[in-house]
């Protein structure tokens, strides 16, 4: 089973950038799905973003969309987060899973990483 990392994550002010990374430990399979995932303190686990590994289709939800950027780069079996315009909101532990649907749903992905922190001051 593969097996994720999530690195990048920091602190930064509000409006700043950070970019995400998730690695997989080796080919991801052209059927599956990245998806990346943030979880706030006292707060579920929440959809971000995804990415088809084949296609390239994305989708992302309403409170990132125009701000953050996934994308991927097959031969290095990584999927990265770009995120601009950083809210503090925005400040959750950010995970990557590996799914097999085009769902926003965190119980359709697995091989969870250990996911990286961001924090945005106001």
């Known amino acids: 089973q593969v097996q994720l990392v999530e690195s990048g994550g920091g602190s930064v002010q509000a409006g700043g950038s950070l970019r995400l990374s998730c690695a997989a430990s080796y080919r991801i399979l052209s059927s599956s799905v990245i998806g990346w995932f943030r979880q706030a303190p006292g707060k579920e686990r929440e959809f971000v973003a995804l990415?088809?590994?084949?296609?390239?289709?994305?989708l992302y939800s309403d409170s990132v969309k125009g701000r953050f950027t996934i994308s991927k780069i097959n031969a290095e079996n990584t999927a990265y987060l770009q995120m601009n315009v950083l809210k503090p909101e925005d400040t959750a532990v950010y995970y990557c899973?590996?799914?097999?649907?085009?769902?926003?749903?965190?119980?359709?992905?697995?091989?969870w990483g250990p996911g990286t922190q961001v924090t945005v001051a106001s």
């Open positions: 990415i088809r590994w084949s296609s390239g289709t994305t």
């Open positions: 899973g590996v799914g097999s649907q085009y769902s926003s749903a965190v119980r359709d992905y697995r091989s």
